[in-house]
């Protein structure tokens, strides 16, 4: 979903600032926003009203949400270090979608979550194919191009880590797991860059590179 003008408002980057990224789809996976509790409680439309004020219109401003994260994540800066953040799928039902941190013996996650954000996932977040789960309808990084490219998830990485200093990969299979780890990090960096990440409200236009200030 898009218009020719995208209107990032205050009360959407409120929006996204409450969104609750969990892990989704088939192997290799791929970040999603949670379906049951996108913004934090199972209430979602009293979540959207929250914000906007506006009692209707909440499936609307939700659905238009997903070229919002879009443009969220493709302009949006943030510096590398170290992050916390309350963990929201603490208290969810862990069978809705899966979480990195979740512990498949006890099933528990932790409260909070301490995480170093690194130049290679702020490289890798602005490149998420940000697409819709019309199953469970919410935005989603496609889980079977979360990179948006041909070939393996896992080569499109490589590609965009290139210009990253320290970051480039070799062909060896060490590399390969490291960048399967990358991965799935990017659940705790994109809920820490949702969260935290400096990006004011305006105009923005698709272009053929993705969404720009129009």
């Known amino acids: 979903m898009s218009d020719a003008v995208y209107d990032l408002s205050l009360e959407r980057i409120a929006l996204i600032r409450r969104m609750v990224v969990a892990w989704g789809g088939a192997d290799p996976g791929a970040p999603t926003i949670h379906p049951a509790a996108p913004y934090g409680s199972l209430d979602r439309d009293g979540d959207i009203a929250n914000v906007t004020g506006d ?23 943030l510096k590398p ?21 979740r512990d498949a013996v006890t099933g528990e996650t932790p409260d909070v979550i301490t995480f170093a954000v690194t130049p290679e996932h702020l490289a890798l977040i602005p490149r998420l194919e940000i697409a819709w789960n019309a199953e469970q309808g919410v935005p989603h990084v496609d889980p079977e191009r979360p990179y948006g490219a041909d070939g393996t998830y896992t080569a499109a990485m490589k590609r965009h880590l290139a210009a990253v200093p320290g970051a480039a990969a070799n062909d060896d299979e060490d590399s390969e797991t490291r960048l399967v780890r990358l991965h799935r990090e990017l659940q705790p960096a994109l809920q820490i860059f949702l969260r935290y990440a400096d990006l004011g409200p305006g105009d923005f236009r698709r272009a053929p590179a993705g969404w720009e200030p129009a």
């Open 55 to 77: 009692d209707e219109g909440a499936e609307e401003e939700h659905r238009a949400l997903e070229d919002g994260l879009a443009v969220f994540v493709q302009n949006a800066q």
């Open 81 to 101: 270090g170290r992050y916390q953040y309350h963990n929201g799928l603490a208290k969810l039902d862990p069978g809705a979608v899966g979480d990195v941190f």
